[in-house]
């Protein structure tokens, strides 16, 4: 059971990983149900001051003009499509799948391949936004979102849609060191063949190592070792410590990584020196 719950939490990143028709990874963090609690808090509250507001003007005006009372149903129904509705709608087009409440809490509607949304997919969310947010208080989104893996609800499922967190604290990374007892061994390793997901889980894994419990720590490590060796060459030497292994493995593949990138960057330059360099006839 513990070493199907460690491989479970190691391979979400492969589960939750979106490949867009360019073959582009997109690493998309999906934003917490606490945090969409909050931004739809916000956005409820803007709501309702919309229809409140509309409705006394509503009712203001057909008081001094001594109009029909269809006419104040018939404005009050107007302004609660124009709150549920229309508010939502709008935000998410013209702020580009975001409204108040999640530019305050730094979220943002997409698509499920990364996506702007379209009209559509606004709608249908908005339509039913009413039915298990506004109608249940929130009971229905609630469960719909503990279950679903990305957090979604019911009209983000039918719209195809999922809440990304755009913004997030500043973390300095922590540059990764070859431990002293494999600098040897790992000048001349082939690490160059690594998928990217595997990366990013032992990126994962590494900095929160020494908060994890000691048996699921151990599991962790040993599931990472088991798939990274078959995409490295030659194997480390025998009794290595996997966590050892995979901070030698990170370290070495990072600094190839950035040094490719810099001898690129040179290389551009130098080019792009070249070509200033050339005269062009009129």
């Known amino acids: 059971m513990a070493t199907m719950g460690t491989t479970a939490a190691v391979s979400s990143v492969d589960r939750d990983a979106l490949i867009t028709g360019d073959a582009v990874l997109l690493d998309l963090r999906t934003a917490s149900f606490a945090t969409r609690m909050l931004s739809a808090v916000i956005d409820g509250v803007l709501q309702l001051a919309v229809l409140v507001g509309g409705t006394i003007a509503m009712v203001w005006l057909t008081a001094r003009a001594e109009l029909d009372d269809g006419l104040v149903i018939a404005g009050v129904l107007v302004m609660s499509v124009l709150a549920y509705v229309g508010y939502p709608v709008l935000c998410e087009l013209l702020l580009r799948g975001r409204s108040v409440g999640r530019l305050v809490m730094g979220t943002r509607v997409v698509r499920d391949d990364g996506g702007p949304v379209h009209v559509r997919q606004s709608l ?10 506004w109608s249940t208080s929130g009971a229905i989104a609630l469960t ?5 893996r990305r957090a979604r609800r019911v009209g983000d499922l039918l719209a195809g849609t999922m809440v990304i967190q755009e913004r997030m604290r500043d973390r300095t990374p922590l540059r990764v060191e070859v431990p002293a007892s494999l600098q040897d061994w790992v000048q001349g390793a082939d690490v160059g063949r690594l998928p990217v997901t595997l990366m990013q889980d032992v990126r994962s894994f590494l900095p929160r190592a020494t ?3 000691p048996e699921s720590r151990r599991q962790l490590s040993r599931d990472l070792l088991r ?13 290595t410590d996997p966590e050892e292994f995979l901070t030698a493995v ?7 990584d950035e040094h490719r990138l810099r001898r690129n960057q040179e290389r551009q330059r130098e080019l792009s020196a070249e070509v200033r360099a050339v005269p062009f006839s009129a």
Do not use: K
Not at 144 to 148: F, K, L, P, W
């Open 211 to 213: 908060t994890i419990n």
């Open 124 to 133: 249908i969310r908005a339509v039913m936004a009413m039915l298990e947010i």
């Open 227 to 239: 798939r990274t060796l078959p995409h490295v060459a030659p194997a480390p030497p025998p009794g």
């Open 144 to 148: 719909c979102s503990v279950i679903d």
């Open 250 to 256: 990170l370290a070495e593949r990072s600094r190839r």
